[in-house]
């Protein structure tokens, strides 16, 4: 497979070029984070064709299918940024059924999803196998939270201001395109509350704007 060339798809190389560089063979784990809205998942697909374009097997995954269930989600109300940042997601179950079946390589099975939010239930989901060298890129938001930053080999950041982020929300989900609408508060807030806490676009190992999602920059931030 030969993808055509195109600003994005030459970033994303140059990406899959730096991650393989690192990590030559056996199993790598890929993070690409950002608000929603950010286009974190056309991001990590598009990094999966290149990988796949280099003749390296490339899973996908998003944490979006790893949620906790409703009652959980929303415990402490369906407006609050706090559940939103500290009760959206099962970390566990994230570790259990896909990062760590997935490191031990070999004949272990996977699950790329553990979580049915649309049907509220985590009832047992298909175990897929991989061989020895692949990469698995997951997606979403809160992936720079600290206690997830050790399970992840190569993690990026997309830079995109909540003004276009919710533009696009408001495009493709009929979101309020205003990120300080009621509405939004939860989201807004709970991603207010994860970068303080958090600070991803220093932790991750690589920044990127995705401002114009197709022509996206690399970002180098400053060292000293």
């Not at 056309?42 to 299918?65: H, K, M, P, T």
């Not at 070999?106 to 692949?134: C, H, I, M, N, Y």
Request: net charge negative; aromatic share 10%.
């Amino acid at each position: 497979m030969s993808l055509v060339s195109t600003p994005r798809v030459e970033l994303l190389r140059d990406l899959r070029e730096e991650i393989t560089h690192n990590y030559p063979a056996g199993r790598t784990i890929v993070a690409v984070d950002g608000i929603a809205g950010s286009g974190t998942a056309a991001f990590a697909d598009g990094l999966a064709d290149v990988f796949r374009e280099a003749d390296r097997a490339a899973f996908r995954a998003s944490i979006d299918d790893f949620h906790r269930p409703r009652e959980e989600r929303y415990a402490r109300g369906r407006d609050s940024a706090e559940g939103y940042y500290h009760d959206s997601f099962d970390y566990s179950l994230l570790r259990r059924v896909l990062i760590e079946p997935f490191r031990l390589a070999g004949g272990t099975g996977f699950q790329l999803a553990g979580f049915d939010e649309k049907r509220d239930t985590g009832e047992e989901l298909r175990w897929v196998t991989g061989p020895k060298d692949a990469v698995l890129i997951v997606d979403g938001v809160f992936l720079h939270r600290p206690e997830l930053r050790g399970l992840w080999h190569y993690s990026i950041w997309l830079d995109v201001p909540f003004s276009e982020a919710y533009r696009r929300l408001a495009e493709s989900l009929g979101a309020d395109p205003d990120p300080q609408a009621a509405s939004n508060a939860r989201y807004v807030g709970g991603q207010q509350l994860y970068q303080r806490e958090a600070n991803p676009r220093t932790s991750a190992t690589a920044v990127v704007n995705n401002s114009v999602e197709a022509s996206p920059v690399r970002v180098f931030l400053d060292s000293c």
